[in-house]
């Protein structure tokens, strides 16, 4: 899994690919941070983050799914998957491998954003008048996020060997996940099963955790999704052995 990890890893860096993620990342969050004018936290009055933990799901929406689509689609269209897959290592291990690999780039978009604590918490009347434990939360909250959408990624590479539509089909699922249930649960017909069909979907959970409550179930949701995704992709990948 290790040496599938390094590949991964060093293939992003010898590329563009990471260096265009963390720049967007930090330019869309960065903007929408200080610049704009209905969400700069300059005119928000408030010492918090919420600004960058209410966009960075939106553009994690689709920064994720562009890192994740090229995992085994580019494997599939180059012919090498066999290749691959003939290694000394099972299924699960190559798919880990390419999932940590994926995670840890979209961590390391993440980690240049603690610059926003230190100078909100320098900017805060008084000065470290921010909640830091609901920002340790939110943070939280967003390698769970990033987890989850990440092994949706994973997924929609392993059905196609298009990266274009690989890309296409993980926008869609991690906004049905992220955001459908709750969509579909405003609909004024199901009564008492309405809070069950918002408990489904991502945002439900991952706007808990935002407010510094690390709560068991949470975790445990996010971390069952992203093992039943790992799992999906190890059956399509298997589906080569029926």
Same mark, same amino acid.
């Given at each position: 899994m290790?040496? /599938?990890?390094?590949?991964? /890893?060093? $293939?992003?860096?010898?590329?563009?690919?990471? &260096?265009?993620v963390?720049?967007?990342?930090?330019?869309?969050?960065?903007? &929408?941070?200080?610049?704009?004018?209905?969400?700069n936290?300059?005119?928000?009055g408030?010492?918090?983050?919420?600004?960058?933990?209410?966009?960075?799901?939106?553009?994690?929406?689709?920064?994720?799914?562009?890192?994740?689509?090229?995992?085994?689609?580019?494997?599939?269209?180059?012919?090498?998957?066999?290749?691959?897959?003939?290694r000394?290592?099972?299924?699960?291990?190559?798919?880990?491998?390419?999932?940590?690999?994926?995670?840890?780039?979209?961590?390391?978009?993440?980690?240049?954003?603690?610059?926003?604590?230190?100078?909100?918490?320098?900017?805060?009347?008084?000065?470290?008048?921010?909640?830091?434990?609901?920002?340790?939360?939110?943070?939280?909250?967003?390698?769970?996020?990033?987890?989850?959408?990440? $092994?949706?990624?994973?997924?929609a590479?392993? /059905?196609?060997?298009?990266?274009?539509?690989?890309?296409?089909?993980?926008?869609?699922?991690?906004?049905?996940?992220?955001?459908?249930?709750?969509?579909?649960?405003?609909?004024?017909?199901?009564?008492?099963?309405? &809070?069950?069909?918002?408990?489904?979907?991502?945002?439900?959970?991952?706007?808990?955790?935002?407010?510094?409550?690390?709560? $068991?179930?949470?975790?445990? &949701?996010?971390?069952?999704?992203?093992?039943?995704?790992?799992?999906?992709?190890?059956?399509?990948?298997?589906?080569?052995?029926?």
């Amino acid at each position: 899994m290790f040496s /599938i990890l390094r590949k991964e /890893i060093n $293939s992003f860096l010898n590329s563009l690919i990471a &260096y265009i993620v963390i720049g967007v990342f930090l330019v869309v969050t960065g903007l &929408y941070m200080w610049f704009f004018p209905q969400s700069n936290v300059l005119d928000y009055g408030y010492a918090d983050l919420q600004p960058l933990f209410s966009i960075a799901p939106w553009v994690f929406l689709f920064l994720i799914p562009a890192i994740t689509m090229r995992s085994f689609a580019e494997e599939r269209k180059a012919g090498t998957i066999e290749l691959l897959l003939t290694r000394p290592l099972t299924d699960l291990q190559i798919i880990l491998g390419k999932y940590f690999a994926c995670l840890l780039l979209v961590i390391f978009a993440l980690l240049p954003t603690l610059i926003y604590y230190v100078s909100v918490y320098f900017l805060g009347d008084p000065e470290g008048n921010i909640d830091s434990a609901g920002v340790a939360g939110s943070y939280i909250g967003l390698v769970f996020l990033a987890a989850v959408f990440t $092994s949706i990624g994973i997924f929609a590479s392993s /059905i196609s060997k298009d990266q274009i539509i690989s890309f296409i089909v993980a926008v869609l699922l991690c906004f049905i996940v992220y955001t459908g249930f709750d969509m579909l649960a405003s609909i004024d017909v199901w009564g008492k099963l309405s &809070y069950f069909i918002s408990y489904l979907g991502i945002q439900f959970h991952y706007e808990t955790i935002s407010k510094g409550l690390i709560d $068991s179930r949470d975790v445990l &949701y996010f971390v069952s999704v992203s093992a039943l995704m790992i799992l999906a992709t190890k059956l399509v990948l298997e589906s080569r052995k029926w």
